[in-house]
T-cell receptor, first 114, second 115 residues
Framework: DTAVSQTPKYLVTQMGNDKSIKCEQNLGHDTMYWYKQDSKKFLKIMFSYNNKELIINETVPNRFSPKSPDKAHLNLHINSLELGDSAVYFC?????????????FGPGTRLTVL | GDSVTQMEGPVTLSEEAFLTINCTYTATGYPSLFWYVQYPGEGLQLLLKATKADDKGSNKGFEATYRKETTSFHLEKGSVQVSDSAVYFCALSGGSGGSNYKLTFGKGTLLTVNP
């Protein structure tokens, strides 16, 4: 009965490869997000989707392409991986765009690019 | 744009000590304010929130009051436990630019509580 799930939990890959991270939420929420947490624990929004529509793209390189096949899923595909992409990526969801709504976070995917 | 500044860590306390983690924000409009906690190896969990000036959020013995006059949302707990050891993030949503579609986080404060 996990609320927000991500796969895989760990991802180790070589520079230049293409990889995907999947996210699913079973909370019935309309809005989903991707955040990046760097090695110093700093968290920054990457994308947000509302009802499968892209709302925020926070100056993320176009090697990163989110895909939302339906409201419950928001996947992140990364092309031509670089060393600087190494981080923990968190998916989150919230009921709608109202600003006081809590965001529910997944457990994170630790990406290591060698 | 919006920003959140919280006190740099790490913070190390003994069990039963008093905790304060300072947080100030910059935003126009009427943002909502949050404290999230990240336990080792886990995702973030909401600890407490406040949606308007003078609101006090509280949970698990933690409290924070939304002070518009000082643009602050300091986290306090009267008596910390070893199990409170975690990274604490102050965050806001819905500030300037009217963006309700993201959380803007502070840099996080690592708290370690020793027995």
């Amino acid at each position: 009965d996990t609320a927000v799930s991500q796969t895989p939990k760990y991802l180790v890959t070589q520079m230049g490869n293409d990889k995907s991270i999947k996210c699913e939420q079973n909370l019935g929420h309309d809005t989903m997000y991707w955040y990046k947490q760097d090695s110093k624990k700093f968290l920054k929004i990457m994308f947000s989707y509302n009802n499968k529509e892209l709302i925020i793209n926070e100056t993320v390189p176009n090697r990163f392409s989110p895909k939302s096949p339906d409201k419950a899923h928001l996947n992140l595909h990364i092309n031509s991986l670089e060393l600087g992409d190494s981080a923990v990526y968190f998916c989150a969801s919230s009921p709608d765009r109202v600003n006081h709504n809590e965001q529910f976070f997944g457990p994170g995917t630790r990406l290591t690019v060698l | 744009g919006d920003s959140v500044t919280q006190m740099e860590g790490p913070v190390t306390l003994s069990e039963e000590a008093f905790l304060t983690i300072n947080c100030t924000y910059t935003a126009t409009g009427y943002p909502s304010l949050f404290w999230y906690v990240q336990y080792p190896g886990e995702g973030l969990q909401l600890l407490l929130k406040a949606t308007k000036a003078d609101d006090k959020g509280s949970n698990k013995g933690f409290e924070a009051t939304y002070r518009k006059e000082t643009t602050s949302f300091h986290l306090e707990k009267g008596s910390v436990q070893v199990s409170d050891s975690a990274v604490y993030f102050c965050a806001l949503s819905g500030g300037s630019g009217g963006s309700n579609y993201k959380l803007t986080f502070g840099k996080g404060t690592l708290l370690t509580v020793n027995p």
